[in-house]
């Protein structure tokens, strides 16, 4: 039975949540954007991974959508967590593309580590006026191997129209 066990793949993420947990945006208005960005980080030198699939609960006042971050933001946007608010009709602060598929890859400099890393931003829409606290339901399943892996935002984020929720 123990050949068995040690046959099957190891997660190849480590630590916990996915990595934004813990950010807030305030003094939003109606219909802004805020992207929280986070890095999943592999566990190992030699980690791979490959997303299949996310969840993101259903949530009265926002709306909300996982990406990729396919390059590493620079200046003011680095840092872990990252929550950068953008309006309606702007551009968002860093590229973003579907999640599924994407693959860990080399990690920025900045990050102090040299394990493979995947940049996820969560955009939120605010969609009434108040605070709403996304409190978790947040998914992203990957692969490795024959074995998929589920990582669940392990923390809360807000958004608000005010300054503090």
Known sequence: MQWVASTHT???IGGK???FEGAGEGKLTVGDHAVF???LVG???NSRATVTGYTLPHI???RLALYAVPKPPRGSLVGVPTATAYGPHDTPPYPMVPLIGRTLGP?????HTHHPVMMVALDVTLLRRGCVHINGGVQVRYRAGDTTFTRSMDGNNSVATTVFC
């Open 17 to 19: 949540g996915i990595g």
């Open 60 to 62: 009265k006042g926002v």
């Open 10 to 12: 190891a997660n190849p």
């Open 43 to 45: 566990s190992s030198l």
């Open 107 to 111: 990690p920025p400099w900045w990050l």
């Open 37 to 39: 960005m986070g890095f």
